[in-house]
């Protein structure tokens, strides 16, 4: 079956980096999304990662090893406005998206 | 511009009673979606339309029936409504196709169903 693993809850402070891991097995590879998904809101895109390496966008960065099946989510000069749900998603050979149940960011001032 | 709208933003029901949800996107996209997240924040897709033909339907009771008149808009309709059903119900809609990049979903901001 297709699987995607990431913590359910981590806490950091205002200020500081945390990384949020996304371990996957899937039917096939097409690429990994992370979306951003702050409490009553719909998610949104932060970034897709198809190649191995690290992407960077401002305070968000991304990684990807295709031959360990894991992603990573670093965030950088946390702000409160960081707390959110963020969801790991991977486009599998049949180009559907798998889901992760999400990683729930704390931000502690 | 709203890309991608949904009406309702909150519905409350009776158990039994019959309910629809309305979805539209003006990206000019291809496909679309219907997602619904439970309580535990589990983002499940539903079904998927591209083109008006149903490309994905996942183990979802056949209560829930999508209906789409055209490429823009994607209906859900729920008969019979159960407690169970409680959850928000995103829409989304991608343009697939050519690059994978392109599958990048755009979410509706979703409609919170109550079933009483």
């Known amino acids: 079956g297709q699987n995607i693993d990431q913590p359910t809850e981590m806490t950091a402070t205002e200020g500081a980096i945390v990384q949020i891991n996304c371990t996957y097995q899937t039917s096939g590879f097409n690429g990994l999304f992370w979306y951003q998904q702050h409490a009553g809101e719909a998610p949104t895109f932060l970034s897709y990662n198809v190649l191995d390496g690290l992407e960077e966008k401002g305070r968000f960065s991304s990684f990807l090893s295709r031959s360990k099946g894991y992603s990573y989510l670093l965030l950088k000069e946390l702000q409160m406005k960081d707390s959110a749900s963020y969801l790991c998603a991977v486009l599998d050979s049949n180009y559907q998206l798998i889901w992760g149940a999400g990683t729930k960011l704390i931000i502690k001032p | 511009d709203t890309a991608v709208s949904q009406t309702p933003k909150y519905l409350v029901t009776q158990m039994g009673n019959d309910k629809s949800i309305k979805c539209e996107q003006n990206l000019g996209h291809d496909t679309m979606y219907w997602y619904k997240q439970d309580s535990k924040k589990f983002l499940k897709i539903m079904f998927s339309?591209?083109?008006?033909?149903?490309?994905i339907n996942e183990t979802v009771p056949n209560r829930f029936s999508p209906n789409s008149p055209d490429n823009a808009h994607l209906n859900l309709h729920i008969n019979s409504l159960e407690l169970g059903d409680s959850a928000v119900y995103f829409c989304?809609?991608?343009?697939?196709?050519?690059?994978?990049?392109?599958?990048?979903?755009?979410f509706g901001p979703g409609t919170r169903l109550t079933v009483l």
């Open positions: 339309y591209n083109n008006k033909e149903l490309i």
């Open positions: 989304a809609s991608s343009q697939d196709f050519e690059a994978p990049r392109l599958y990048e979903q755009f």
